[in-house]
Nanobody, 115 residues
Framework: QVQVVESGGGLVQTGGSLRLSCAAS????????MGWYRQGSGKQRELVAT???????DYPDSVKGRFTISRDNAKNTVYLQMDSLKPEDTAVYYC?????????WGKGTLVTVSS
């Protein structure tokens, strides 16, 4: 029932910026905790950022100060602004939605950072 679709990935140079978008269907988007995860080739999926229904955000140290998660409940959309990108940020980025009815994942969007 709930669909989560990422967009905005692409190729960017080291030090550049990129903004990812995640559009979600459903009536209860504003109640959900949204998150971004990433998975590099041959690596485990890791948390990048989360934002709760009350706008509380959290980031791991690896991206803190460089990435910003935000949401627009009127558009059922969450964003990930990525600045000062590094080659180690290269990964498939996945959008995640969690609410009382379950959790849902997008299919991912590829971000490649070149030197």
């Amino acid at each position: 029932q709930v669909q989560v679709v990422e967009s905005g990935g692409g190729l960017v140079q080291t030090g550049g910026s990129l903004r990812l978008s995640c559009a979600a269907s459903g009536r209860f988007f504003e109640l959900a905790t949204m998150g971004w995860y990433r998975q590099g080739s041959g690596k485990q999926r890791e948390l990048v950022a989360t934002i709760t229904s009350t706008m509380i955000t959290d980031y791991p140290d690896s991206v803190k100060g460089r990435f910003t998660i935000s949401r627009d409940n009127a558009k059922n959309t969450v964003y990930l602004q990525m600045d000062s990108l590094k080659p180690e940020d290269t990964a498939v980025y996945y959008c995640h939605l969690r609410w009382f009815g379950g959790d849902y994942w997008g299919k991912g969007t590829l971000v490649t950072v070149s030197s």
